[in-house]
């Protein structure tokens, strides 16, 4: 018998190795699994070069190795996770739409309901809210390199502001004549009230 001594794991990865386990049907105890990954990892060979992040790629957003999926439909809760490059639901390799679809048995719009948990993460997020976050961290601009750059941008406000283009399109002025039975001054968004338009 040996000495044993304790390592904080992640829940999510502790989590991942005992739904892995599961899967395979391995009856290995989960603190044996970690020291033999150790020991592999250990006998590496030190020089190889780091490899690729594996992960799903879904449109614009990146999903990495072991981030998990959840679908809820009418109070139940279905998961789903990140494999090397799949995404795996009950042992087979299925895209975002078909997880969300295939639990629902109806046609979903799997960004809007598909939430997610990246690893390292304790909170799930709406998939669409992330891609809204990537889209808005990329067109936010880069600040100036030098500060020789910003100073002379606020030095030259004039030369900068007569550089903007004068010709914006101007919108249309708005129509303000009165519509059939419209007794009131203009002041509303529309000409017509919508009583006078449903019940003619």
Same mark, same amino acid.
């Given at each position: 018998m040996?000495?044993?001594?304790?390592?904080?794991?992640?829940p999510?990865?502790?989590l991942a190795?005992?739904?892995r386990?599961?899967?395979t049907?391995?009856a290995i105890?989960?603190?044996?699994a970690?020291d033999?990954?150790i020991?592999l990892?250990?006998?590496a060979?030190?020089?190889?070069?780091p490899a690729a992040?594996?992960g799903?790629?879904?449109?614009t957003?990146?999903?990495?190795?072991?981030?998990?999926?959840?679908?809820?439909?009418?109070?139940?809760?279905?998961?789903?996770?990140?494999?090397?490059?799949?995404?795996?639901?009950?042992?087979? *390799?299925?895209? !975002?739409?078909?997880f @969300?679809?295939?639990? +629902?048995d109806?046609?979903?719009n #799997?960004?809007?309901?598909? &939430?997610i948990r990246m690893?390292?993460e304790?909170?799930w997020?709406?998939?669409d809210?992330?891609?809204?976050e990537?889209?808005?961290? *990329?067109a936010t !601009?880069?600040?100036p @390199?030098?500060?020789t +750059?910003a100073?002379a941008?606020? #030095?030259?406000?004039?030369a &900068?502001?007569?550089?903007?283009?004068?010709?914006?399109?101007?919108?249309?002025?708005?129509d303000?004549?009165?519509?059939?039975?419209w007794?009131?001054?203009?002041?509303?968004?529309?000409?017509f009230?919508l009583e006078?338009?449903a019940?003619?």
């Amino acid at each position: 018998m040996f000495a044993t001594m304790s390592v904080q794991v992640s829940p999510t990865t502790l989590l991942a190795l005992m739904e892995r386990l599961r899967e395979t049907g391995s009856a290995i105890d989960p603190a044996e699994a970690v020291d033999a990954a150790i020991r592999l990892w250990l006998a590496a060979p030190s020089g190889a070069p780091p490899a690729a992040p594996r992960g799903y790629q879904w449109k614009t957003l990146f999903l990495p190795e072991g981030t998990w999926l959840r679908m809820a439909y009418r109070g139940d809760h279905e998961y789903a996770i990140v494999e090397g490059d799949h995404i795996m639901y009950k042992g087979r *390799a299925i895209s !975002p739409n078909q997880f @969300a679809g295939g639990y +629902a048995d109806s046609v979903r719009n #799997a960004w809007q309901d598909i &939430s997610i948990r990246m690893p390292g993460e304790k909170n799930w997020k709406i998939a669409d809210a992330r891609r809204r976050e990537l889209a808005r961290a *990329a067109a936010t !601009p880069v600040a100036p @390199a030098t500060p020789t +750059a910003a100073a002379a941008a606020a #030095a030259t406000p004039a030369a &900068s502001s007569s550089a903007a283009p004068m010709s914006a399109a101007q919108p249309a002025p708005r129509d303000t004549t009165p519509g059939q039975g419209w007794t009131e001054p203009e002041r509303r968004k529309y000409r017509f009230r919508l009583e006078d338009v449903a019940f003619d």
